[in-house]
């Protein structure tokens, strides 16, 4: 069942498809439903996304109710209707969270989701199910490695550098008070609240080839060794 | 017209819709329901309706849980919006108005926004005031809009005591008008305690205790004025 499931979703558009085993990870009023079906699909520009993820979670929530399963659909988070009902237990739940826990990726110095082959540039939505499906092996550790891209381009200095990991998901990765009032201004100057530079310079997945940048940033880094060192 | 056998279908497919949380399945088939001629009301009291008193028993027999039954009132509603405009005359007998809330303190509106649903689709007219509602503006609402009852909601033992000045504010007021509390921490001892007329378990008992309710209200309201006129 967990093939075909992410066979059709990868044909219907979807970049990368997980499962994550999420037992003990939920809170009480979703427990019962503890694996979940973690899809990603990768942001280019003039496509429209959401609407795309939209049309795989409805297709998920085919599959698995057509097989007998309980299902809860978790839409994106730019893409939550509010008012109805079920909207209030949205909140209970974190993408990326499922998307670490079914090998999808880490979470990245950025606190955004790193997926080795298209790094933070992927869209998440999630359906919870009960069906008993194999999770995949969880990511644990972030493989950001030294690389401080994000951190150096920040324009408020919001990124802290610690390094997440799974067992202790309450690491503060970002100051999200910094990150927002530098929106905030960025929307009253531009229009637009869009900043988005720790996505566009993180080297993995990056259209430019990530070994050039990579091997950029190690330079700068051999550089800047060398300089503290005189 | 449709013929009885198209009418079985279409009022089953909207009570399955309701137990299988399928929104598309219920605009799909409200909106047949309409096309080919059915009463609203019909379909929405033989079909959605139904199907949501199933949901009900299967709750109580835990197959279903918090998730399931916030998406088969999700379901309900996407129905409902597109039958109601079409109803004529429902006939239940009474009819009434009802301010409800969730008590000052208190977000917890889940349970509130189910109640609500059930007046709603009874046809009462419901003045929703949210959650964390000031005390005082139960009593200003139910003033000012002339209800027949004012259904209250606390989900903690701190914000429950809220409920018994908003009782004791409404009586000084207005002794005539009914007063229903819900809750978790609510029983039948607080409400006797607090001087509410109604404690609803859940949301099918909230809406029978509230017709009940008005109609002995309004046998009082005639009394009143039966006297008047002698």
Redesign the interface.
């Given at each position: 069942m967990k093939t075909s499931l992410k066979r059709e979703l990868l044909d219907h558009g979807a970049t990368v498809v997980g499962i994550a085993g999420l037992r003990g990870y939920l809170s009480g009023?979703?427990a019962?439903?503890d694996r979940a079906v973690s899809i990603g699909v990768d942001r280019k520009l003039n496509e429209d996304t959401l609407a795309l993820l939209t049309r795989l979670q409805?297709r998920t929530v085919r599959f698995l109710?057509a097989r007998g399963h309980?299902t809860?659909a978790i839409p994106p988070d730019s893409d939550r209707r509010k008012g109805?009902?079920?909207s209030?237990?949205y909140s209970l739940f974190n993408h990326k969270m499922a998307a670490t826990s079914a090998g999808l990726g880490w979470i990245g110095k950025n606190g955004l989701l790193i997926s080795p082959g298209h790094g933070p540039r992927l869209s998440l939505a999630t359906v919870l199910t009960d069906a008993p499906m194999r999770p995949d092996v969880p990511i644990e550790h972030c493989l950001c490695g030294e690389c401080v891209l994000c951190i150096e381009h920040c324009p408020s200095q919001a990124i802290t550098g610690a390094k997440w990991s799974r067992s202790s998901p309450f690491t503060e990765l970002v100051r999200l008070g910094a990150c927002r009032s530098h929106k905030t201004s960025k929307r009253q100057t531009e229009g637009k609240p869009n900043c988005g530079l720790c996505i566009n310079i993180c080297p993995y997945g990056r259209r430019l080839g990530t070994e050039a940048i990579t091997r950029q940033n190690k330079q700068d880094i051999t550089a800047k060794a060398q300089r503290t060192q005189r | 017209m449709a013929t009885e056998e198209r009418k079985k279908e279409i009022l089953e497919k909207l009570r399955n819709a309701v137990i299988q949380y399928d929104e598309d399945t219920a605009k799909e088939y409200s909106q047949a329901a309409l096309d080919e001629g059915l009463e609203a009301n019909d379909a929405i009291f033989n079909g959605l309706v139904s199907g949501m008193v199933e949901v009900g028993k299967m709750f109580e027999a835990q197959e279903y849980f918090v998730p399931e039954l916030l998406m088969c009132a999700d379901a309900l509603y996407a129905g409902l919006d597109i039958l109601k405009p079409h109803v004529k005359q429902l006939d239940l007998g009474v009819k009434g108005s009802v301010v409800i809330g969730t008590v000052e303190g208190d977000v917890h509106d889940i349970g509130k926004n189910i109640v609500k649903m059930m007046f709603d689709v009874a046809g009462f007219t419901v003045y929703d005031l949210g959650r964390d509602v000031p005390l005082d503006k139960f009593v200003a609402e139910q003033l000012r809009t002339d209800s027949d009852l004012v259904c209250l909601s606390a989900m903690m033992t701190t914000t429950m005591t809220g409920m018994k000045k908003v009782i004791d504010d409404l009586r000084k007021k207005n002794p005539h008008v009914k007063i229903m509390i819900g809750g978790a921490p609510v029983s039948q001892d607080v409400a006797d305690k607090y001087g509410a007329d109604g404690y609803a378990k859940d949301a099918t008992n909230a809406l029978k205790d509230a017709i009940n309710m008005i109609e002995s209200l309004k046998k009082m309201k005639d009394e009143v004025e039966a006297k008047k006129a002698k």
């Amino acid at each position: 069942m967990k093939t075909s499931l992410k066979r059709e979703l990868l044909d219907h558009g979807a970049t990368v498809v997980g499962i994550a085993g999420l037992r003990g990870y939920l809170s009480g009023e979703i427990a019962h439903l503890d694996r979940a079906v973690s899809i990603g699909v990768d942001r280019k520009l003039n496509e429209d996304t959401l609407a795309l993820l939209t049309r795989l979670q409805k297709r998920t929530v085919r599959f698995l109710k057509a097989r007998g399963h309980r299902t809860l659909a978790i839409p994106p988070d730019s893409d939550r209707r509010k008012g109805t009902f079920i909207s209030k237990l949205y909140s209970l739940f974190n993408h990326k969270m499922a998307a670490t826990s079914a090998g999808l990726g880490w979470i990245g110095k950025n606190g955004l989701l790193i997926s080795p082959g298209h790094g933070p540039r992927l869209s998440l939505a999630t359906v919870l199910t009960d069906a008993p499906m194999r999770p995949d092996v969880p990511i644990e550790h972030c493989l950001c490695g030294e690389c401080v891209l994000c951190i150096e381009h920040c324009p408020s200095q919001a990124i802290t550098g610690a390094k997440w990991s799974r067992s202790s998901p309450f690491t503060e990765l970002v100051r999200l008070g910094a990150c927002r009032s530098h929106k905030t201004s960025k929307r009253q100057t531009e229009g637009k609240p869009n900043c988005g530079l720790c996505i566009n310079i993180c080297p993995y997945g990056r259209r430019l080839g990530t070994e050039a940048i990579t091997r950029q940033n190690k330079q700068d880094i051999t550089a800047k060794a060398q300089r503290t060192q005189r | 017209m449709a013929t009885e056998e198209r009418k079985k279908e279409i009022l089953e497919k909207l009570r399955n819709a309701v137990i299988q949380y399928d929104e598309d399945t219920a605009k799909e088939y409200s909106q047949a329901a309409l096309d080919e001629g059915l009463e609203a009301n019909d379909a929405i009291f033989n079909g959605l309706v139904s199907g949501m008193v199933e949901v009900g028993k299967m709750f109580e027999a835990q197959e279903y849980f918090v998730p399931e039954l916030l998406m088969c009132a999700d379901a309900l509603y996407a129905g409902l919006d597109i039958l109601k405009p079409h109803v004529k005359q429902l006939d239940l007998g009474v009819k009434g108005s009802v301010v409800i809330g969730t008590v000052e303190g208190d977000v917890h509106d889940i349970g509130k926004n189910i109640v609500k649903m059930m007046f709603d689709v009874a046809g009462f007219t419901v003045y929703d005031l949210g959650r964390d509602v000031p005390l005082d503006k139960f009593v200003a609402e139910q003033l000012r809009t002339d209800s027949d009852l004012v259904c209250l909601s606390a989900m903690m033992t701190t914000t429950m005591t809220g409920m018994k000045k908003v009782i004791d504010d409404l009586r000084k007021k207005n002794p005539h008008v009914k007063i229903m509390i819900g809750g978790a921490p609510v029983s039948q001892d607080v409400a006797d305690k607090y001087g509410a007329d109604g404690y609803a378990k859940d949301a099918t008992n909230a809406l029978k205790d509230a017709i009940n309710m008005i109609e002995s209200l309004k046998k009082m309201k005639d009394e009143v004025e039966a006297k008047k006129a002698k």
